[in-house]
């Protein structure tokens, strides 16, 4: 089946390391790509999103994420995390051929733990 | 107000009851998704509606699930004679336009079919 997938479940990191989440996606033709962050206790917020252009996309709060087009991925970085950056990451994909609706197709979510 | 907002927040129910959950969205919005979140899972599509109009209805998990937005503004959520494999959290997400454009989530109900 067609679907999106994070392969890190729960990742724990120290205060300044370095941060990189994995997405992959398994559909051909254009996709349009987002990552939500889920703080504790709050709603989905949108980080990041690509439609075109350039595959390098700054979001909010010091991500990034680079679409490869052959890799089927959009993985999420970040040069140095901050123990405020605990909370949960969702990739999500809008498919092709939804005609012009914008529902998206989720991953099940990485569980980032920032340590002091 | 500024954000999406839904309500209650939190719903306990015995199996075989029906609920409704509500979802005010950004004022303007046209678009109104409603997303299911298993534990440890990412958000599932149920429906959208652009305006009053429910445009897809494809991720109704059954036909004990039933949404309407009537007026194109707020939009409930109807659960018929609710089973345990309901409980879950229903977030609700609005856009200003229908077409590949942000989501806005609202905080989500949690559902608790005991």
């Known amino acids: 089946a067609q679907s999106v997938s994070q392969h890190n479940h729960h990742v724990i990191l120290s205060e300044a390391a370095s941060l990189e989440l994995g997405c992959n996606y398994s559909y051909g033709g254009t996709v349009n790509l987002f990552w939500y962050v889920q703080y504790p206790g709050q709603h989905l917020q949108l980080l990041l999103k690509y439609f075109s252009g350039d595959p390098l996309v700054k979001g909010i709060k010091g991500f990034e994420a680079e679409f490869i087009k052959s890799k089927f991925s959009f993985n999420l970085r970040k040069p140095s995390v901050q123990w405020s950056d605990t909370a949960e990451y969702f990739c999500?994909?809008?498919?092709?051929?939804?005609?012009?609706?914008?529902?998206?197709?989720f991953g099940t979510g990485t569980r980032l733990q920032v340590t002091l | 107000g500024a954000g999406v907002s839904q309500s209650p927040r939190y719903k306990v129910a015995k199996r075989g009851q029906d609920v409704a959950l509500r979802c005010d969205p950004i004022s303007g919005h046209v678009s109104l998704f409603w997303y299911q979140q298993a534990l440890g899972q990412g958000p599932e599509f149920l429906t959208y509606?652009?305006?009053?109009?429910?445009?897809?209805k494809s991720g109704l998990p059954s036909d004990r699930f039933f949404a309407e937005r009537p007026e194109g503004s707020v939009s409930t959520l109807k659960i018929q004679r609710t089973q345990q494999e309901d409980s879950a959290v229903y977030l609700c997400?609005?856009?200003?336009?229908?077409?590949?454009?942000?989501?806005?989530f609202g905080p989500g109900t949690r559902l608790t079919v005991l």
């Open positions: 999500a994909v809008i498919p092709p051929n939804t005609g012009t609706a914008s529902k998206l197709t």
């Open positions: 997400a609005c856009g200003i336009r229908l077409s590949y454009n942000e989501q806005f």
């Open positions: 509606f652009q305006n009053e109009a429910q445009l897809d």
